[in-house]
Nanobody, 125 residues
Framework: QVQLVESGGGLVQAGDSLRLSCAAS????????MGWFRQAPGKEREFVAA????????KYVDSVKGRFTISRDNTKNTVYLQMNSLKPEDTAVYYC??????????????????WGQGTQVTVSS
């Protein structure tokens, strides 16, 4: 069992930065691929970024490349999403997720086994 708790969301202006954190409980964090997803009102949940167990491999959706950075600290059981140059279209509820079923990065929500409750990010223009 893995419990995930996100924090760090908020209301910012376009061009600002935020850092999201996701704290995980349980001994399986270091063996989990971790991902960040987001969901805007009326839209499907969208993949944002994922990172392998060691942090050696990372994947981003094209719309955030160069602006967002995913990282993890296995000693703290925490994964981060640094978001720079935020845009109004980044407004969404952001979720972290843990994938225990395999070592590969995946952009599919169905590939992830555990989810946090989400944190709201709102970017005003």
């Amino acid at each position: 069992q893995v419990q995930l708790v996100e924090s760090g969301g908020g209301l910012v202006q376009a061009g600002d930065s935020l850092r999201l954190s996701c704290a995980a409980s349980g001994r399986t964090f270091s063996s989990s691929v971790m991902g960040w997803f987001r969901q805007a009102p009326g839209k499907e949940r969208e993949f944002v970024a994922a990172i392998t167990r060691s942090g050696a491999w990372i994947k981003y959706v094209d719309s955030v490349k160069g602006r967002f950075t995913i990282s993890r600290d296995n000693t703290k059981n925490t994964v981060y999403l640094q978001m720079n140059s935020l845009k109004p279209e980044d407004t969404a509820v952001y979720y972290c997720a843990a994938r225990l079923g395999g070592p590969s990065l995946s952009s599919l929500p169905s590939a992830y086994d555990y989810w946090g409750q989400g944190t709201q990010v709102t970017v005003s223009s």
